[in-house]
């Protein structure tokens, strides 16, 4: 659905990071967690291709959602400088979200800087469902640790990594997550890793998942055009379940894929 919603709170959250709250009670209702949204990031003309966004979280009662972006370029750059109570003209929920199956009781959250923004609605969600959740939150350095207070509220279970070591765990989360699966030992049949973050992250996770046997998921980001399925512009190399390799659209198959499906570093 397309639909015109206005901007009813923003923060600049850390340098350069954004926080927007847009009122829309339709794209609110339907939303699903790692879903996302296409936006036209201007008013005018220019840019003419929208941007894609996760959806950050929703609240329902209040018919608002919220976006979390990092400002990487002119688009994204010129919605940080949208107004509070302009129109934002959104297309969505678009895409394949989280596909958590019955039977799970754990998942393992690892999200890797702004990774945190397709995560966080997912991580309500299972809260909400009773699945037990471990956030494991990876960034350069502390200030770049999106939305800690709201994920500490949500689990008790939040570990942190910094590059840098000014916080947390001195590392990659990557290594945080390998200590983590080696030390606990985790039931392969109800647990799922949940991820979302920088491409060799996931690649690590999609290996480590793999040598510890637990199934998991990842949101995929490519650069979009239409959105919709039809220009092919956001392909990703995927194997099938009978191992014969394909192109899927990040935008109508996923972002959302299963881990063994996609074919990093070709
Ligand atoms: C499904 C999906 C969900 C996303 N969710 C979020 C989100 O919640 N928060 C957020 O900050 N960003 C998110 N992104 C990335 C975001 O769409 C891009 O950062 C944005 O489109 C950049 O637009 P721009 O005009 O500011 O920068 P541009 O000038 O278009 O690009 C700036 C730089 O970023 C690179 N870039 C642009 N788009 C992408 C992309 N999709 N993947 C990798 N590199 C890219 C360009 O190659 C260039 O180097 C998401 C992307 C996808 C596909
Ligand atoms: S952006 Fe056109 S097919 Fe995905």
Do not use: W
């Not at 199956?101 to 309500?124: C, D, E, M, N, W």
């Not at 910094?162 to 290594?175: A, I, K, R, Y």
């Amino acid at each position: 659905m397309q639909q015109k919603a206005p901007v009813i709170t923003k923060e600049e959250i850390a340098a350069g990071v954004f926080l927007v709250g847009v009122k829309s009670p339709q794209i609110t209702m339907h939303a699903q967690p790692g879903q996302f949204l296409h936006v036209r990031v201007g008013q005018g003309p220019e840019p003419l291709l929208r941007r894609p966004l996760s959806i950050f979280q929703v609240d329902r009662k209040r018919g608002v959602l919220s976006l979390l972006f990092r400002v990487a370029g002119k688009g994204t750059n010129l919605l940080s400088r949208r107004r509070l109570g302009e129109d934002l003209d959104l297309v969505g929920p678009l895409g394949q979200g989280f596909d958590v199956p019955s039977g799970t009781r754990t998942a393992l959250i690892v999200a890797g800087g702004l990774g945190v923004a397709p995560l966080f609605f997912l991580a309500q969600d299972l809260v909400r469902r009773g699945i037990s959740i471990h956030f494991l939150m990876g960034a350069r350095c502390q200030d770049q640790l999106l939305c800690r207070d709201q994920l500490q509220a949500l689990s008790s279970h939040l570990q942190v990594s910094t590059d840098d070591g000014s916080d947390g765990f001195p590392g990659l989360v990557t290594q945080l997550l390998e200590e983590f699966l080696r030390r606990e030992n985790l039931d392969s049949g109800s647990t799922l890793i949940c991820s979302a973050g920088p491409e060799a992250m996931l690649a690590k996770v999609a290996s480590l998942a793999c040598q510890f046997g637990i199934p998991g998921q990842i949101s995929m980001e490519r650069n979009m055009a239409c959105g919709l399925g039809a220009c092919l512009g956001c392909v990703v190399l995927c194997r099938s379940r009978e191992r014969v390799q394909t192109y899927r659209r990040v935008c109508v198959d996923g972002p959302v894929f299963r881990l063994e499906e996609v074919v990093f570093g070709e």
